[in-house]
Structure formats: C-alpha cells, structure tokens
C-alpha cells in the first residue's frame, strides 16, 4: 500500500507542477505566459525532485514513472509483485495532478481560445516534425540515457539525489528534448491526456490521441533496454 500511495501523490504533485508550469506559460491572464524553454524544462526538473521526495517520504522507490518500473522489473531489479500497485499509483496520480490544473486554471482556459494557446500541449506532449519513427528513436534514446544514468544513484530518494535527477531532466529536457517535447515517462502523457481529453476544459482542442503511442513505446523501449544494458554492464 505505501508503494501505492506514494507513486499516487508522487505522480500527482510532478504532473501538478509540470503541467501547471505549461498551463502558466500558454494561457492568458497570467504572470507565466510566455516564458521559454529553460523555464520550462526547470519546472519540470523541479516537479520530478519534489515528486521524488514525497514518494520516497511515503514509502516507495520514487520511480513516478511506468518506463522506470517496467525496465527495472524486466531486467530483475525491481519485484514484479509491485509492479501492478506502481503503475496504478503513477496513472491515477498523473490523472489527478492533470485535474487539479484544470480546476486551478480554469478562469485563464475560459480567457484562452484554443488558437491562441489552449490546446493538449499544455498537458502532453506532441513532435516538432511529425515522423513517427524518429519520434519514437527520440524518446527511446532520450529515456535511456535518463534511466541508464539514474540506475547509477542507486537509491534516489534520499539526501540531494532527487536534486539530482530533477537536474538530470532538466538537462535532458534542454539538450534532447526539443524534437518531441521529452515525455520520458508514459504516465507523464496518457493519463494528462486524456484528462484534457474527458474533463469539461474550456475551449478544447484536438486531444491528438494519433500521437499518444509515441510517448508510451518511447520511453518503455528506452527504460527496458537501460535496464539491462546496466544489469550487462555490472555483471
């Protein structure tokens, strides 16, 4: 149950802060719009560090993350008997978190026609280039490395570390993630997704459910062959 409990309010408060960070810098009337990539990616970074702690605080491993678990799983570092509690903790959260930015920026997505920022990039992410298999290569390397580097901290809830990888996403995010908006974690677009995709958001726009196989296959490629390309790699 803890492990239940703390990827939900994990996933919940990274997707709250790295979505609402998006909703602040695309909807009008407020103080964020417009700001550019490094603020972006900051946000983010801080969202998975503070998501880290809590988790880690509430009892599980912090990996706030379906290509996390099911790569550390798959190579036999993680117990598949928790598999099934992480995964629903980290989709619920990721929903929940989405949620709640509807509700806190619901006035700015009344003031925001979809033509002029209100649309499912505040929640998900979507290609610079729409090329699916180079969409899909994107995430998949861009998760490896982010996972390979993250199997090296060992426990990365405890003291600076998920400083650490909140630093690690930021820096994969400026230097990987332009071409596809860095998903790395299939949680992270489905659930926020398909909470612009069902909720009564104002002014919705195209919830792009053509696209949403790219930030699932990516990133789950990318975990699961880090995973064992480190198992390899220390014997």
Not at 97 to 118: C, E, H, M, R, S
Not at 200 to 211: C, E, G, L
Request: hydrophobic residues 50%; glycine residues 14%; charged residues 5%.
């Amino acid at each position: 149950m803890s492990g239940f409990l703390g990827e939900f309010f994990g996933t919940m408060i990274l997707i709250l802060l790295g979505v609402g960070c998006g909703a602040g810098v695309n909807l009008k009337d407020n103080y964020a719009r417009g700001q550019n990539w490094m603020f972006i990616t900051l946000a983010w970074g801080m969202a998975v560090t503070f998501g880290v702690y809590a988790a880690g605080q509430m009892g599980s491993q912090g990996h706030l993350n379906p290509a996390v678990t099911l790569g550390f799983a798959s190579a036999g570092l993680f117990s598949w008997n928790e598999v099934l509690p992480y995964l629903l903790g980290q989709g619920l959260g990721a929903f929940a978190g989405a949620a709640l930015v509807i509700l806190y920026y619901y006035p700015q997505f009344q003031a925001t026609p979809n033509k002029d920022g209100n649309s499912v990039g505040i929640f998900a992410t979507g290609p610079a280039i729409d090329r699916p298999f180079f969409n899909v290569l994107n995430e998949c390397i861009a998760t490896f490395f982010f996972i390979l580097i993250l199997l090296n901290l060992g426990n990365f809830t405890t003291g600076l570390k998920p400083l650490i990888v909140g630093l690690l996403i930021m820096v994969v995010g400026q230097s990987l993630g332009g071409t596809t908006g860095f998903a790395l974690n299939p949680a992270r677009d489905l659930m926020p997704r398909l909470a612009y995709s069902i909720l009564p958001v104002p002014h919705k726009a195209n919830a792009n459910w053509s696209y949403a196989w790219v930030p699932i296959v990516g990133p789950l490629c990318g975990g699961i062959l880090a995973s064992f390309v480190h198992v390899w790699i220390n014997g």
